[in-house]
């Protein structure tokens, strides 16, 4: 599925170390989900990154970047392939690669891009700084992206919201070794927005 979404759906390509994003001309849109065209915009977006060019923190903000265009189309569109008529399929696979790329390109020309800073986040002081979010859809799948580059295989457990000495979001990690302790710091995307909108980092 996923060489035939590549190839009659999705492209994504990289010059000169940046990422171009745009949707192939489709005569017959694929009869994906919404769901399974979320997933393989996801996978794209990894696939795109190993052959990206440029510094590894630029290769990261592009591909947080894919990922958060991916998720933002899904929420929109998410109902889309509950329709009961025949046509709904393609109609909502089109629609999807409509909203990814005006989605991307839109976000491109929105600097700065998310990226990281500070330490390996294991302790306060070493704490995983993201930077550039402009609000907490952007600033949590963040912490995802940043655990499954650093960490993968992990597994999210429990989290905490700490304002002692500055404002984190701290979460223990499900690890072969036993559960770990991360520290992000969220004030860059928190002060700009709110707490009310940080509503994504409340433990669940």
Not at 38 to 59: I, M
Not at 68 to 97: G, M, T, V, W, Y
Request: positive net charge; hydrophobic residues 40%; charged residues 25%.
């Amino acid at each position: 599925m996923m060489k035939l979404f590549l190839r009659i759906g999705f492209l994504l390509w990289v010059f000169g170390g940046l990422f171009a994003a745009r949707a192939t001309p489709i005569d017959a849109p694929p009869t994906l989900t919404v769901g399974q065209m979320h997933g393989s915009c996801q996978k794209t977006c990894w696939t795109v990154r190993e052959g990206a060019k440029g510094s590894e923190s630029l290769r990261d903000s592009l591909t947080l970047t894919c990922l958060n265009a991916c998720f933002k189309c899904f929420l929109q569109l998410r109902s889309c392939s509950q329709s009961s008529a025949d046509s709904a399929p393609s109609e909502c696979a089109a629609a999807f690669l409509q909203c990814y790329k005006q989605s991307f390109a839109e976000r491109l020309k929105s600097k700065p891009l998310v990226s990281f800073d500070g330490g390996d986040g294991h302790s306060r002081e070493m704490a995983v700084k993201i930077v550039g979010a402009a609000n907490s859809l952007e600033g949590v799948p963040a912490e995802d992206f940043w655990i499954q580059l650093k960490h993968p295989g992990w597994r999210k457990k429990e989290r905490r919201f700490v304002k002692e000495g500055g404002i984190y979001d701290v979460i223990v990690y499900d690890t072969p070794n036993g559960p770990q302790t991360v520290w992000f710091d969220v004030k860059d995307f928190y002060v700009k927005n709110g707490e009310e909108d940080l509503r994504l980092l409340a433990p669940k």
